[in-house]
């Protein structure tokens, strides 16, 4: 900085209170960078996220997807990754409000637990978006809006094409389930719409389920469980191609053939899902799509204008086989 010539008495006034005045306007937008949070006079939103964690390659892919979104939609975003814990996620929603953001948006990693802190986020006059993950609060003026997939239906899906493959089947077909974190909504779900799809056919029998935390090392840890009590495993439905993924090396290991001598039915559809598709070691993938966070930044901006905006915003999704992964796989953004 210059060094500053001193002037006369009055015009050293004026010099001193326009350079108070400077130092504070940038003291002040220095704050709100680092933290004072709220829109800053130049009308720029401040969205606070809470993110489950990174344990999945779809969680990479979201979490990539939130990040550029912001930038390109201008608004200022703060990140807290949870590690997949709810307290942590309370905490950062905790901080949000503290910090006067204009928007908090999560994914919530499990379903109950949040109308205390949701609460909290209302008295103080934060509206609050709920992306992939829902809450199962009674009370829906806690949230403006839930954007993500329909979860049952990824299960559903998934079961009637078991239903269908497995259809002239005549004795017992024995199916494992790897499931998402305990408590999680696309856990719950997903559990629940392949589980009514399947009793269209009685010979189809879940005979194990148990969590997998949606990521790889837990689907690999499950599945050796489960091969070493099962010794006639026919399907496995792993709520995400993560856990999927884990328990290839299982069954790999267990001198099996992953997609031939066990039928595998995931959910998401990432690239290194859609890869074992393509290879024939997966055999059916639900598609969870991560890329919401262009949605997001919209929903956002409409929520902060006091505009309405529909409680429930769904994913377009759809579902793939090994030949139809081969064909998408090129062009697969994750
Ligand atoms: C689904 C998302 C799930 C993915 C998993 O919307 O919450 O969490 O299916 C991820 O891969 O870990």
Redesign the pocket.
Known sequence: MGKMRMQSAPWRAAAVLASVLLVGGVAACGNSDTGGGGSKDDGKITMGFSQ?GA??G??TANTTSIKESAAAAGIELKFDDAQQKQENQIKAIRNYIQQKVDVIAF?PVVESGWDTVLKEAKDAGIPVILT??SVDSADKTLYKTFL??DFVKEGRLAGEWLVEQKKSASGPVNIVELQ?NTGAA?ANDRKKGFGEAIAANPNLKIIASQPGD?TRAGGKQVMEQFLKAYPKIDVLFA??D?MGLGALEAITAAGKTPGKDITIIT??AVKDGMQALADGKFNFIAE?SPLLGPQLMDLAKKVHAGEEVPPRIETEETTFTTEQAKEALPNRKY
Do not use: M
């Open positions: 489950v344990e999945s779809w969680r994914s992939d993950r993500g997939s998402g696309p949606f709520h995400n993560d959910v998401d969870c």
